[in-house]
């Protein structure tokens, strides 16, 4: 599992892509249909047709990553199909990278801290 540091944007793409398209292709893709810059250090997350794939993108300062994963049984929970981009926190990627219900994850507010004196 590779984690993501709580600090990244990270945006899922609710339409389905072709999954030929390799890391030249969706970087093309971010910026011509989902207007945002590719290389911006931003994590992108794309779904297949069939649900069961997944492809995620991203500039890491020295080269784009593209990353691919098959759940072998089941199918990747996914947001409603439409067209935009949605965004997930860390802990709801690594959920929808196991293949579990990452919309049951709901960050608590936690009030921020305040100097003493």
Known sequence: MIAASAGVRIMIATRPVDFRKGAD?????????????????????FRSKRADRLKIFAWDGSGLVLLWKRLEHSAFRWPPISDGVMRLSASQLAALMDGLDWSRLHARYIAQPSATS
């Open 25 to 45: 292709g969706l970087a093309a893709l971010v910026r011509e249909q989902l207007h945002d810059d590719p290389f911006a250090g931003t994590i992108f997350v």
